[in-house]
């Protein structure tokens, strides 16, 4: 049973437009939420975080949102850029418990 | 410059021939992880150690064993490979503070084949 879900396996979008990728989790007791990205033969890199004590979080053309009764968190991207495309895996982690939980990842398409 | 490193890169095997794939961090990391990634299954923890000499079982340790006897190298060992270890594998490491940013530090990755 996956704790962590990315429902969407691909996402494409137009240069200049928004990115939206979403993650669902079924764990109430996760309290922080990252996002990392992938490029083909690399590893992830960290991107953004959220703890659950807050709703929104910032980084430049990044902003991670985390709706806690929904169980829901969203990365958006504005504006997309060619060098966004890259598979965006969602993760998650409780308490003390440094494992993190992730998601399958979605990859993200940026057309020109 | 900061960075975690595995070797080999890419590893054709056969079943059942021993292999390790070697893991270095030169962050002073504590915290040091191995995942392996599958189409559809995001990563998945196979083991993980808090600190030298002490490891414990992610979700997928069977067929697996990992060793810390220094800081800087966490080695993944299989002992007896399988063609359902045919996978990428990550290797990860990170900072034990919760109160800052423990974000993960990972490496290339290993693309391994088990004929």
């Known amino acids: 049973d996956q704790q962590v879900k990315q429902n969407s396996p691909s996402l494409s979008v137009q240069e200049g437009r928004i990115s939206i990728l979403n993650c669902d989790y079924t764990n109430s007791m996760f309290d922080y939420f990252l996002w990392y990205k992938k490029y083909p033969a690399e590893g992830p890199t960290f991107l953004i975080s959220?703890?659950?004590i807050k709703d929104k979080n910032e980084d430049g053309r990044f902003t991670v949102f985390l709706n806690k009764s929904a169980k829901h968190l969203s990365l958006h991207i504005v504006p997309s850029q060619p060098g966004d495309s890259a598979v965006y895996f969602c993760?998650?982690?409780?308490?003390?418990?440094?494992?993190?939980?992730w998601g399958a990842g979605t990859k993200l398409i940026i057309k020109p | 410059e900061a960075q975690v490193t595995q070797n080999p890169r890419y590893l054709i095997t056969v079943t059942g021939k021993k292999l390790t794939v070697t893991c270095s961090q030169n962050?002073?990391?504590?915290?040091m992880s191995w995942y392996r990634q599958d189409p559809g299954l995001g990563l998945r923890q196979i083991y993980y150690s808090m600190n030298v000499e002490v490891t414990d079982k992610g979700d997928v340790p069977e067929g697996y064993k990992v060793s810390r006897k220094e800081k800087r190298n966490f080695p993944l060992i299989l002992e007896s490979p399988s063609p359902n270890q045919t996978s990428l594998y990550f290797c990860a490491s990170s900072t034990r503070d919760r109160a800052s940013t423990d974000t993960q530090y990972f490496g290339p990755g290993t693309r391994l084949t088990v004929l």
């Open positions: 962050m002073n990391h504590e915290y």
């Open positions: 959220i703890s659950s």
């Open positions: 993760a998650a982690s409780k308490g003390s418990n440094y494992q993190l939980i």
